[in-house]
Each structure stands twice: as C-alpha cells, then as structure tokens.
C-alpha cells in the first residue's frame, strides 16, 4: 500500500504561481511512478505531468508544457508539481498517484490515489 497526501492548493490570480506538494507514505517511494491528474466539475480526469521512479523522465500535457514543472525527491518521499503563469482553464482537483511500472497519461493504470488539493485560478 502506498498513501498520497496532496498540499499546496489554493485561489491564486492568473499568471500566478503555486507549488503543489504529493507526500507518500507506505512501501518503498523510488518504486513508484507518480503522476498528477486533474479534473474540473463537469469535465474528465486529465493527465497533467509524470515523473519516472527515479525522476529522470518525466512526461507533461501539451496544455501544461512549459508553464508546469515536475519534480521528486525521493529522500523526502515527495513529489512537486511547479506550476507557473496559471491560467483560469487550470482551476481544478489536482490528485496526484503512483503506479509501479513507468508513466502512463492512462488514469485506469494507476493503483494509488490521493484526495486531492483544489487549484482556483481566477481572471
């Protein structure tokens, strides 16, 4: 079992910053791929941003590329989602979760999940 716990969230302007943080608990943090998501009412889950286990490779949403950055620290058993000149189309909940084999943008391959932190970006 692994536990996500997601921090970090809040209300920020457009062309704001904020750091979301994914902490986990629970069996061995570097075996893991983690990845964010989101998902805005009314609209599907979207993949975000994903780090390898050993955070060599990561993988981002064309929306997000260049504005989001993806980080771990395996040390800290954490991993960081930088996100820059947010926009109001990023308001959503963001989850982060860790499956044991490599990345994928495929929420069903996922088999750990947090609760989640909310991001509201206003305009």
């Known amino acids: 079992q692994v536990q996500l716990v997601e921090s970090g969230g809040g209300l920020v302007q457009a062309g704001g910053s904020l750091r979301l943080s994914c902490a986990a608990s629970g069996r061995t943090f570097s075996g893991y791929a983690i990845s964010w998501f989101r998902q805005a009412p009314g609209k599907e889950r979207e993949f975000v941003a994903g780090s390898s286990r050993s955070g060599g490779l990561t993988n981002y949403a064309d929306s997000v590329k260049g504005r989001f950055t993806i980080s771990r620290d395996n040390a800290k058993n954490t991993v960081y989602l930088q996100m820059n000149s947010l926009k109001p189309d990023d308001t959503a909940t963001y989850v982060c979760?860790?499956?044991?084999?490599?990345?994928?943008?495929?929420?069903?391959?996922?088999?750990?999940w947090g609760q989640g932190t909310q991001v509201t970006v206003s305009s």
């Open positions: 979760a860790a499956r044991s084999l490599g990345i994928s943008t495929y929420a069903p391959h996922y088999s750990y």
